[in-house]
């Protein structure tokens, strides 16, 4: 094997290195986000929760009243 075949060869090891580094990025990433949107989703259903608790709080209040 030449030298040139061994330039080649090591070049190529380290193209596919790059590329499963990017994808390995791109992998983490797209786990990140869909992570932070279970999260924010969560987030909101608790407030919805919150909301209609505090909306049904306010109206037994108010029959109380009356």
Do not use: T, Y
């Not at 290195?17 to 869909?34: C, H, I, L, N, Y």
Request: proline share 0%; no cysteine.
């Amino acid at each position: 094997m030449g030298i040139m075949d061994q330039f080649k060869d090591k070049g190529e090891e380290l193209a596919n290195k790059a590329k499963d580094a990017a994808s390995g990025g791109k992998d983490q990433a797209s786990d990140r986000a869909q992570q932070a949107r279970d999260e924010a989703g969560e987030r909101g259903s608790q407030a919805q929760d919150q909301a209609k608790q505090a909306a049904q709080d306010a109206q037994d209040r108010f029959d109380q009243d009356s």
